[in-house]
């Protein structure tokens, strides 16, 4: 076995519920969830399984096309601004993981700029690391389902073969 | 056990990858996966691990407030018609199962006024039954992972009780 973390869809599940259960003990309401792409989608689709809210997805990448790191991410898709559908809502913004934390911070400031009532951030997995981003002062409420070690994380969703993953993943009691 | 058919997420990761190898071997080169909400998040994630194709999301509700049935679909979301992503371009449509067929011809209807180069379609399953929806007439390309007969399908992401789902579906060699 090597030094990184595998995680079984089934403990993803659980991790998304236990997610779930932190955001309504909390008392946030919120109008919609925003799911980043692609590493939000599968963590937020799970979530409006126990909190009911219509999903909205940006899609962002950080690498560029030789799969270097982009000096910022680059927007593939954007929530439409004539629409203006996050303005006044309150926001759960998705993501699977909180690591460098410069995708979030991005995404936070640019979801910002269309004055939403509030956005709570709500990832799977918090990082125990130094942050290269930081959450702007506007966000109060910062839910996670886990803090993990700054190891590589390896989720199913990104695996070619699952029964092999799923196997690693029970070793690891994940 | 009831009549309903039970998928774990290792079955569905695997015909994500089955549906991945017809779509490969049949020699279409999609430029862009355009995924349906919600039901499409969590197959076309999966299937961008076998295809790498960046993800555009649509979303769309079948039913209204009272969780009646619409009169027609209703659009969450929709890609911005501005930056016209898709048009001249060959688009593979990702959902996760073709029931009554609706909510595929209305997202297809729609994403053709975009000009597209092409669209196919890929569903997890295809549930063998009359359709009230069709195909348009451009739709040449489907590729569907399973054929399922027409009872009830519980999706695992869909479920409050992951274990317990798991072991049903393990049951139903699923």
């Known amino acids: 076995m090597d030094d990184r973390i595998y995680f079984s869809y089934a403990k993803i599940h659980n991790t ?27 963590p937020a689709r799970i979530l409006k399984t126990y909190i009911k809210l219509p999903i909205l997805t940006v899609g962002l990448k950080l690498y560029d096309e030789n799969n270097n790191p982009a ?42 700029r269309h ?3 509030e956005i709570a951030v709500a990832v799977l997995h918090n990082k125990l690391k130094d942050k290269i ?25 990104d695996t070619i073969d699952i029964i092999d993953h799923e196997e690693k993943a029970r070793l690891q009691n994940n």
């Open 16 to 42: 998304v519920k236990l997610l779930s259960e932190k955001i309504i003990e909390s008392g946030y309401h919120a109008d919609v969830i925003v799911a980043i792409g692609t590493g939000g989608f599968i």
């Open 71 to 112: 000096s910022r991410p680059k927007k593939i898709q954007w929530i439409d601004e004539v629409e203006q559908k996050i303005t006044g809502k309150r926001v759960l913004l998705v993501d699977e993981v909180d690591d460098s934390r410069i995708t979030l911070e991005y995404c936070l400031r640019e979801l910002l």
């Open 115 to 117: 004055d939403p009532e």
């Open 133 to 157: 981003g930081h959450y702007p002062d506007e966000i109060g409420r910062i839910y996670f389902g886990e803090e993990l070690e700054d190891r590589w994380v390896v989720y199913p969703w």
